[in-house]
């Protein structure tokens, strides 16, 4: 079902499409992508919106943390704004600090993307659409963008994501969506007991940018081989901790780049039952333990969003990739198919 929304500075309408299958309720938004709801049933069969967002467009643009958002060219953080390839320099902007983050200020997140809804046995969804054009945002090549959320029939939100371009460039995409299990804006997430299947950790400085090796999740705040509640080591110290007042981490997943999803994370909610698993084809996890959620922020049930009242995990390459020749590759050139997948199954 196609909604009206709101309408932007310029006079372009935004619409809202919602989807229902197999017990799993989806809205989204042709600006940015955006998963404005995400509606799961508890262990009593309630359902309750599991994912931050506002009830406006205004509020959106305004100055959302990325919210729900379809994240590119480039998820996460690249020094600098810089990176050489083919030994051309390109210079990005510097929208975090001295880096570039999520694509820089007018990313993916802000874009109109065309939508098309569909219906494939017993599955439906949506096809999202972009261009970008040749330098945009200081990126090279005209890219062509496909992603494909689908809610399958057994209530499964699946994202496909796609990408071709006319010259070297480098791409990452992802999904921005901020979970509470419990329902948004009902508090924190700290009691959620997440497992994430990796066994090493990206390091990084003050900026957020990895630095040296991948490191030992093992002795550290940083291990979540085994279930855990989120807040349990959160404010255990450790230097790391000091960087990103809490978790905002890459992990390295110990399967590492595969052609099928396969389990990266499973967080779960022990009030309500509800779970999530999260299975990917990407060689990384970033964990955001909602940090820098400071209560400024209204969401759609009305209610502020306070430090830890939502966590993002986020499948994607690792940061700085692009500066990063030891890390698994982001480029994509003419001729080859940028293809991920991510799959979030829902259960109690």
């Known amino acids: 079902m196609k909604s009206y929304f709101g309408t932007l500075a310029d006079g372009a309408e935004v619409s ?4 229902e299958n197999g ?18 049933p ?36 690249i020094a600098d704004g810089r990176f050489t390839l083919d030994g051309e320099s390109h210079q990005l902007p510097r929208n975090d600090g001295a880096h570039s983050l999520h694509g820089g200020p007018e990313g993916f997140d802000r874009r109109l993307w065309q939508v098309e809804p569909f219906t494939e046995g017993p599955d439906v969804g949506l096809r ?28 499964d939100w699946r994202i496909d994501y ?25 508090g924190s997430v700290h009691d ?38 989120v807040g349990r080591d959160l404010r255990v110290a450790h230097e790391q901790s000091l960087h990103s007042k809490g978790v905002d981490h890459n992990y390295v997943l ?38 820098f959620l400071d209560g400024s922020l209204v969401g759609a049930g009305g209610r502020t969003y306070r430090q830890g009242d939502a966590l993002c995990l986020e499948t994607q390459h690792y940061p700085d990739s692009p500066n990063r020749p030891e890390f698994p590759s982001t480029v994509l050139r003419p001729g080859q198919t940028y293809r991920t997948t991510t799959v979030h199954s829902f259960g109690v």
């Open 128 to 155: 999202l659409r972009l261009t970008s054009p040749d330098g945009d945002m200081g990126y090279p090549g005209t890219l062509q963008v496909r992603v494909t959320y689908t809610l399958t029939g057994g209530g």
């Open 23 to 40: 017990g799993t309720r989806l809205t989204v938004l042709d600006y940015g992508g955006i998963v404005q709801s995400l509606e799961i």
């Open 254 to 291: 110990d399967k590492g780049l595969t052609a099928r999803p396969e389990p990266a994370a499973v967080l779960r909610d022990p009030a309500s039952g509800r779970t999530l698993t999260i299975a990917t084809t990407e060689p990384g996890l970033q964990f955001y333990s909602g940090n």
């Open 16 to 19: 809202s499409w919602s989807l």
């Open 42 to 77: 508890d262990r009593h069969g309630r359902y309750a919106n599991v994912s931050l967002g506002f009830g406006s467009v205004e509020e959106y643009v305004a100055g959302s943390p990325y919210f729900g958002a379809l994240i590119g060219r480039f998820g996460n953080r």
């Open 162 to 186: 796609e990408a071709t371009t006319d010259r070297a460039t480098v791409v990452n995409l992802t999904s921005h969506v901020y979970w509470n299990l419990a329902g948004e804006g009902s």
């Open 192 to 229: 959620h007991e997440l497992e994430i299947a990796a066994s090493r950790y990206l390091p990084v400085d003050a900026g957020l940018i990895p630095v040296g090796e991948p490191a030992d999740v093992a002795g550290t705040p940083f291990d979540f081989r085994t279930a855990k509640p």
